[in-house]
């Protein structure tokens, strides 16, 4: 037989294998599927969400400072609070005008005590406006964090002075924070629906865009954020150095909606969809069951700062880092997000 | 010295010996025009090699920008230069690959290339390539071979002595040298997970479902069944197909084929132009004056007169040259096969994978942190390598055990200059070719006790899900 021949009986048996293969495809997940699913059911009302969070606060902080009382300040706290979860659900989707806009400094849930204060006590400055505190303050100056600390102090569960909190000056410094937040959700929200640089929605940009990048962004993002909940937050408070922002309420909050961000992204809001409908049965069943089992345990913990709870916070712990370690395995293998070729073969280029 | 006997003969003796017959057949002249062409695109693609690593910034990136750098066992004094050196070595490194395709201050400009790329290769282990390696090998194969004698600038100045014919053992020694990467490349494909379960060709297809119009198709299993089993059928085969000269232009055409459909699905940078620039030293060793009287037929282009190229009747091989030769020769047969002195499978335990020609067969992403106790206290904490390394250096240290152990042994260093003496234990996971992630190394052991060389039965776990 010539090689001619070996040649052409080879191409034919690869067409038709081919053909076969096309035709007996079905109807499965894909990338572009899985970040239409992503983007419609969690990512646009994650910003939605954030847009009317920061309203309400901004008209309850306005309310307060015209008429302080207890029930006035009890709705800037549950209006802050309702503000941080939805801040830190959006976690592993702060991508596109998220990331572009920095909007993380105008969130910053760290609060400098003595800087706020210096700020405060300047008199050379004599309005704290919402410009000012938006666009000239440091970000432990502005934020979740400071408008925390104005409430009386960032675990937020010490009494407040209502009066205090009132003060026509600190009432001043709290309105302007609360309404940059306003402002930046706003408008971070008009891009991602409306408009972005005076062109389409990004929503619309996102989807039409290649949907391999965005699978590869939302995964790094997830294995970011469970980093930060393992190394940062978990670790942190079984070593007992833990900044305040970690434990208690704030901390509550921060732990139970960052990973729900990740739960949405892995497995989606019905355990089924999400990026596990991109992997085999068996690892999206793993995936299922190691973010049910974090859920569990952290539902079992009331305080996570509770120092009775230090067997419960370790459990979550090692939870999360086996979570951690099925994405940036198992995941990242099966998507081909990290390298192309582990055994170096190609270039990074 | 090995000379080609009896005196002006142009054929074998019917009645040499078996040794004689192969003496002749390595030491009988033929066209040098084949290895000139070898030596011009070798210099080219190397030259264009270098200046993309300046272009991409690289030098900045992989060389200058990480704080340590992760070396090869008994290299850890391989340091990098400094940046306006470094920059500059690489510059250097692209002007000699000029001056190698066209032959000009040949033996300065190849003995610079080998030392300066060799150099570069040996300081960070985390960016290991098959290629790279492969490129080493032929520059050194290049350096002690004639391959500067016929279309050179030096040739043509009285440099070198021109020569239109080189010995058959040159052609022989870069013809084996690709011989042996296809070959060990297409033996190590002969596993259960490449042919059985078509990994990791199945992952990285399934990453293009959706490339435009091909990419449903792509992400079928039976596709990556049909070119796992037709890889390493090529890589097995190949060789064969382009020695034969009635399948030489379809196997060229085949290798051309392969490596433009992986250099366009993967990516693996200047690997696909190096083969099939590299494998057209296959042809005949006058195949480029042979395309050039075709194309000259073709474009009807006036026809030059050229007298037939003159063979030197008795080409010499010195014995320094068929010494190292011999002994290159048995080096690159058994750097691939000595992975059989190590326990376990080699694509998991990657003992003896350096210079083996595993290429694209496995997917592996790992996990990795370090568990440092204080000796003096005991108190134990748990750290990030990328404490001391760059994201991609970790991405690579996460799956090899080798490298664990040496950022283990960096991380040891690091806390002795602070004042602490520590042991360092490494709580890892990896995946393989889609296999569910387990530990790589044993997290008990103290790894500022283990020697990257050692055996690796006391502190590699094994592969669970062996063939």
Partial sequence: MSPRRLLSMAATLTAAVLLTASCSRTNEATRASVVETATNDFITPVYERLSSTTTDLSVAVSDFCDEPSETTLLTVQTGLAETEAAWHRSATVRIGPTKWRRTMNAFSTKADGERIEALIDNDEIAVLDTDFIGSRTATTQRGLGTVRYLLGGLEGNESVSIDSAADLRRCEYLSATSDAMRLEAVELNSEWTESWNDGSPYIEILLSSDPEKTVDELVNNSIFVLEELYMVRLQALIDRDAPAEFGGIVGDIAFRNRFDSVRQILVGSDGVSGLSGLVTDDLAQRLRDQTDQIETINASISQLADPNDSTSVEELRLAVEQLQITASTDLASQLGVTLAFSDADGDSG | MLTATPDNATTIPADASRFDALRWTLVRPVDAASVAVFRILFGSVTSIGSVRVLAKGWVDDLYLTPTHHVSYAGFGWVRPLPELLMYGLVLMLAVAGAFIAVGYLYNYAMSFFVAGFTYIELIDATLYLNHYWFVSLLAVLMLVLPVNGYWSVDAARGRTNRSDSVP??????????????????????????????????????????????????????????????????????????????????????????????????????????????????????????????????????????????????????????????????????????????????????????????????????????????????????????????????????????????????????????????????ANTAVTLNAKPNQQIVDPTVDLTTVSRLSSGSDWLVKLEQTE
């Fill in chain 2, 168 to 425: 058959n053992l040159t052609v022989v020694a870069l013809r084996s040298q690709i011989a042996v990467v296809y070959l060990f490349a297409g033996l190590a494909k002969l596993n259960t997970d490449w042919l059985l379960r078509a990994q990791p060709m199945q992952l990285w297809l399934a990453d293009r479902a959706e490339v435009a119009v091909v990419g449903p198709i792509l992400a079928e299993p039976a596709t990556a069944f049909l070119l796992s089993w037709s890889g390493a059928l090529f890589d097995c085969t190949i060789v064969g197909w382009l020695l034969w000269g009635r399948s030489r232009r379809f196997g060229y055409a085949a290798v051309a084929l392969f490596h433009l459909a992986t250099g366009a699905l993967f990516s693996i940078g200047i690997f696909p132009l190096v083969m099939m620039t590299a494998t057209l030293v296959y042809f005949s060793p006058d195949w480029p004056k042979q395309l050039r009287r075709y194309v000259s037929r073709a474009a009807c282009w006036p026809a030059k007169h050229t007298s037939p190229t003159k063979l030197q009747p008795k080409p010499t091989i010195r014995p320094w040259l068929a010494g190292f030769l011999a002994m290159f020769a048995l080096v690159q047969i058994s750097l691939p096969l000595r992975h059989y002195f190590y326990e376990g499978n080699v694509r998991w335990t990657e003992q003896g994978y350096y210079g083996s020609w595993r290429v694209m067969l496995s997917e592996k992403v790992g996990y990795l942190r370090y568990e440092i106790t204080d000796k003096d206290s005991g108190e134990t904490w748990t750290v990030d390598p990328e404490l001391l390394l760059t994201d991609w250096q970790t991405a690579q240290v996460s799956i090899r055990p080798d490298l664990i152990v040496a950022t283990a042994h960096m991380l040891r260093d690091h806390y002795q200059t602070l004042g602490v003496a520590v042991e360092v234990r």
